[in-house]
């Protein structure tokens, strides 16, 4: 971990374990390769490629389990006995085809060889605190836990040297995930996979590193399986992750003013009109057109020289002005956001409204955990057309960036307004209604899956989903027959 491998004696370290012994290299780049691309590249390992395809074959069908895992696999009833069958099957064959590789690789000792498909070197690229976090989950809860206790009981030991410690980032835990599908083996050759990247790679801007950040068990770099996460979580903003404390309505009492009307402005009865023309406005019942001729309405008529368009802008400019003086993160949704970095839990923010102020807003409340323009981990419904409680609205969130691929009901959705919630639950998405505020639940409203009162909450309920989900996966480990090893 975190190694140039050009230092003896240690560099030499790689060449003195067994030559059936998987290695794994967590660094930011890659170390310690042997010279060329490994003893299967060139013209003849390219000639012998269907040959390849079919020793493969051969060689699982020596395996023990195999031909009993592909009977059941024929007679499976449901596609969750199906998916079961496939996994372990994948596991399986992973394994067997590094021990084979292994045993009749002529070049089992010396420098690394990332690229030989089903080889026992795996090159994991990120930091070396995201990866041990990764590789601890995947043993299990419990040793993931006594992981953590370690490093508090050091933090507290040692302050000064684990002062500039971070947790790793979403894109960092993402990579990992990715590295780890590639160690649990991919189900499909790596030249198909890798000629079919997700969504979430594809949509990525130019230049961001969203391809998968493994070499190696099973392919070149990227071209391993993706590993989906347990879960993913969407989050409104206003309300439930920053408050702008009356930004929008305050704007609009500024633009009375300027045009000569603020002891209208000041009013109670424009108040009370003018945050429920917002409503309207929020809800997609009207646009922001409809939201100024209501606005004129309310100034006793449409102001001389002026235009909706005109008003518009004036209401901008005060908006934009003000955005960072009023916007503010609530208590705990910092820490929240970290906690799901660090977990490796993709997340994104779904919020109605118009998109250059609430990218402002969040930019500031949220500061550098806030999503990079153009990730697409920021949903805006006035920019992807389609504006909360829509179903489709909750369809493209379960697009974003790190979520494609999860069923709905394994993406979370944390909105303090209860109609929104209810449109989550419709879309098949477990929606937690974060209640700081007390509001009253319509009875007409599906029931959503959770109630908070506070991003501590939020995090409780994240927390048992996230303990279950590894609970799960080391039972499934532990039964497949992958765990064995196979006789060849």
Same mark, same amino acid.
């Given at each position: 971990?975190g190694?140039?491998?050009?230092v ?6 790689? +060449? ?7 290695r ?13 691309t ?5 013209? %003849? ?7 390849? @395809? ?14 009993q ?6 007679e499976?009833s449901?596609s ?6 496939? &996994? ?18 002529? %070049?089992?000792?010396g420098g690394?060889?990332?690229?030989r498909?089903g080889?026992?070197?795996? *090159? ?10 990764? *590789? ?10 006594r992981? @953590?206790?370690?490093?508090? +009981?050091?933090a ?14 979403? $894109? ?18 790596? $030249? ?6 997700? #969504? ?5 801007p130019?230049?961001? #590193?969203?391809?998968s ?16 996460p ?16 009356? !930004?929008?309505?305050?704007a ?13 402005? $000041?009013? %109670?009865? *424009?108040?009370?009109s ?25 100034l ?8 909706? %368009? ?9 908006? *934009? ?6 916007t ?14 660090? +977990?490796?839990?993709?997340?994104a923010?779904?919020t ?7 990218q ?8 550098? !955990? ?12 006035d920019?992807i ?14 697009r ?5 691929g999860?069923?709905p ?9 209860p ?8 879309a ?9 505020e007390e509001?009253?639940?319509? &009875? ?36 497949a ?5 196979p006789k060849?």
């Amino acid at each position: 971990m975190g190694t140039s491998l050009t230092v003896q004696p240690f560099a030499s370290l790689i +060449e003195r374990v067994g030559k059936n012994c998987p290695r794994v290299l967590i660094n930011m780049h890659s170390a310690g390769e042997a010279d060329g691309t490994g003893a299967d590249s060139g013209d %003849e390992d390219d000639d012998n490629e269907e040959e390849d @395809e079919e020793s493969e074959e051969k060689i699982l069908a020596r395996a023990p389990l195999w031909s009993q895992l592909q009977r059941q696999l024929k007679e499976a009833s449901s596609s969750s006995e199906r998916q079961a069958l496939e &996994a372990k099957m994948a596991a399986l064959r992973q394994v067997v085809l590094q021990l084979h590789h292994a045993r009749n690789n002529n %070049e089992s000792r010396g420098g690394f060889d990332f690229h030989r498909r089903g080889g026992r070197d795996l *090159f994991v690229q990120g930091e070396c605190d995201a990866g041990v976090r990764a *590789f601890a989950r995947l043993i299990g809860v419990d040793f993931a836990k006594r992981l @953590e206790e370690l490093v508090r +009981e050091d933090a507290l030991a040692h302050p000064k040297a684990t002062a500039d410690k971070h947790p790793p980032s979403q $894109e960092e835990a993402r990579k990992i995930a990715e590295a780890i599908a590639g160690a649990a083996g991919a189900t499909k050759p790596a $030249e198909s996979v890798a000629a079919a990247p997700s #969504s979430a790679a594809a949509s990525a801007p130019s230049g961001s #590193s969203s391809s998968s950040a493994v070499s190696g068990a099973d392919g070149t770099a990227g071209a391993a399986t993706k590993l989906l996460p347990p879960f993913a979580v969407g989050f409104d903003f206003d309300h439930t992750l920053g408050l702008d404390h009356g !930004l929008e309505i305050g704007a609009l009492k500024l633009v009375a003013r300027d045009l000569g009307h603020a002891e209208v402005g $000041e009013s %109670e009865k *424009f108040t009370t009109s003018m945050t429920h023309a917002l409503k309207e406005f929020r809800e997609g019942h009207s646009d922001q057109t409809e939201l100024m001729r209501h606005l004129a309405t309310a100034l006793g008529g449409m102001p001389p020289r002026e235009s909706p %368009e005109s008003l518009r802008d004036k209401w901008h400019r005060h908006c *934009f002005a003000w955005a960072e003086e009023k916007t503010t993160p609530l208590p705990g949704a910092l820490d929240l956001l970290r906690w799901l970095n660090t +977990e490796g839990i993709p997340w994104a923010i779904f919020t109605n409204g118009w998109c250059p102020l609430q990218q402002k807003k969040i930019a500031h409340a949220l500061g550098s !955990l806030a999503p990079e323009e153009g990730d697409g981990r920021l949903l805006v419904s006035d920019q992807i057309g389609a504006i909360k409680p829509a179903l489709e609205a909750f369809r493209l969130l379960c697009r974003a960036p790190g979520f494609d691929g999860l069923p709905p009901e394994r993406v979370y959705y944390v909105e303090d307004n209860p109609s929104n919630c209810g449109g989550a639950t419709r879309a098949g998405l477990k929606a937690v209604f974060y209640d700081a505020e007390e509001v009253k639940y319509p &009875a007409g409203e599906p029931k959503p899956a959770h109630v908070a009162h506070s991003h501590a909450e939020v995090k409780e309920i994240l927390s048992k989903a996230l303990s279950s989900a590894a609970a799960s996966s080391s039972s499934s480990a532990a039964s497949a027959p992958a765990q064995a090893t196979p006789k060849l």
